[in-house]
């Protein structure tokens, strides 16, 4: 048997973080103008590659200062009590029998997803709804009995599924409201 330093895991799992994150960036924000604690990605028309406020979504704006502090969570997670512990095994046994990793759960606003090689829960944002989905999101966690703690700390990610723009202009950030 291998036996590999927990230091590697983790630094191999804050690169996959990290590439996942810089792709992401890389898919959406060509072009765009960044500002220092936050990025804007505009949409472009299929047809001539210009902006055309009728066919068009509207841009999305992400809080770079609450993703830095989400991947310095993910870097240095503060330990689960055992009741989180519990909790995020019973949450894990609703995966598909035989698997380790895939969907968790999913409604109409929102899809949870487990990610076995990097330990992270992600919940995919379905709706425009963002802040009222999030709280349905952290809702049924704490009915799973995970603590509004160890949604904070583990910590649950939140993203935009496709097409998914916040109302009125507000600025998305992968944080769960309360943390």
């Known amino acids: 048997m291998i036996n590999i330093d927990k230091k590697y895991i ?3 799992a804050l690169f996959l973080t990290l590439v996942f994150v810089l792709v992401l960036i890389a898919t959406g ?3 765009a103008p960044v500002a220092e604690d936050q990025s804007t990605i505009p949409t472009q028309s299929p047809i001539d590659g210009n902006l ?3 066919n068009t979504i509207p841009p999305v704006t992400y ?4 993703s830095k502090k989400q991947i310095e969570k993910k ?3 503060i330990p689960l009590t055992q009741s989180d512990l519990d909790a995020k095994q019973e949450i894990l046994s609703l995966l598909p029998e035989g698997q380790s990793y895939g969907i968790i759960y999913s409604s109409e606003n929102f899809n949870i997803e487990y990610v076995e090689s990097l330990d992270l829960i992600k919940v995919e944002i379905l709706s425009n709804s963002i802040e009222d989905i999030k709280t349905e999101a952290v809702n ?6 995970l603590s509004q703690e160890g949604v904070c700390n583990y910590p649950v990610d939140f ?3 496709s097409g998914v723009v916040p109302d009125g202009g507000e600025i998305f ?3 769960a409201p309360g943390c």
């Open 75 to 77: 870097e240095n997670r």
């Open 29 to 31: 924000s060509v072009g």
């Open 159 to 161: 993203y935009l599924g």
């Open 52 to 54: 055309d406020q009728a």
């Open 173 to 175: 950030s992968p944080i």
């Open 140 to 145: 049924w966690f704490r009915d799973q009995g």
């Open 10 to 12: 983790l630094l191999g």
């Open 63 to 66: 809080n770079t200062d609450a």
